[in-house]
């Protein structure tokens, strides 16, 4: 209960207010008595929040990315790592701060921000990957169960379709490589495709030359775990893998490796370039993905088969094709162009860009 300050300050502060954390008595001097009775019947932190009071923004980011470094691709991990750097550089935002003292409105200017200096697809990015970190901390670093973040609604962002090459188009940026072995990672593309990263971790085990397959690895779900598939391909792939490796240093494991013999990460402008140079439109590593299966589903392939040969990873997808692993499934190869179809004029090959609606993995 509200007193009469009888000390040396008591014509400053004559009230004095008390309470006990505990069984300690804890007293404190206010101007008016209404502040001290306010003070009084303050509702004190539960031990669970005093124990997030002491968690830090910048602790919590640093936690979750040593989580997300172990369990994600590297592509994932720099994702979230981005995310977390663009929320501490905006104004308002104090990493020493307390999570506890993180608001929804706060938040939402952090990432009202991104909209501005970035687009609106990255703030919804970075709003994802920063829900999905709070969720993470709510578990094991006693975060406020109210997840800020979840809180702030999605930012209008533009869709752009992704472009899909012609065949036609694929052939002239085959034919424009110079390098052996670039050329056979564009082709491996095609015959599989595969995602960018698949390839890139390719090795010489993943390679069965007597059955004619290759093993593709992934780790592209929400608890990062591994996963790998054998796809059978076409002949002359088998063969000119079988060349490459005969002229490939014996030593190293990787299928394609850069000048300086070590696998690659990105090649992030690589097609880009090959592209302005055979003067077609830009397409990606992704884009081959979709030509892959537009070319299936063009030749009548049943939808279920190219979804197994694509290894979606939702849960409708990978239930029908776990069914599938103890098939070869070969029969739908022949759909896919050869080496041979590279040569023939382009009024041979197809001229118009495949539009069918196949919905792949990203």
Known sequence: MAYK???KNKDKFPWMGQRFIGKKKVRKCFETKKEALLWESERLPSPAEQKTLTVSLLEWATEYLKHAEQNFTR???DEKRI???QFFSCLGIRPTGSVHLLTAYQAQKALQTQTTARSGNAANKDRKNLSAAWSWGVKFLQLPELNPFSKVEKFASERHERHIPTLDDFWKVFHT??????KLMLYCYLQTGARRDEVFRLTWPDVDFFRKRIRLSWRKNKIGEWRSQWVSVKDDLIEWLLRHRKKSNASLDNVFVSYRS????YRQHWLKILCEKAGVE??????????FASILAAENVPLVEIQFMLRHTSLATTQRYIHRLKKE???VLAALPGLTDSEKSTSEVHQQPFRSVVHSAN
């Open 177 to 182: 490589v110079e390098d052996d072995q670039d």
């Open 262 to 265: 070590l696998p690659y990460e």
């Open 5 to 7: 300050n009888s000390n």
């Open 329 to 331: 499934n070969r029969e």
């Open 75 to 77: 592509k994932t991990f």
């Open 83 to 85: 995310a977390f750097r």
């Open 282 to 291: 830009p397409f990606g590593f992704h884009g081959i993905r979709h030509l």
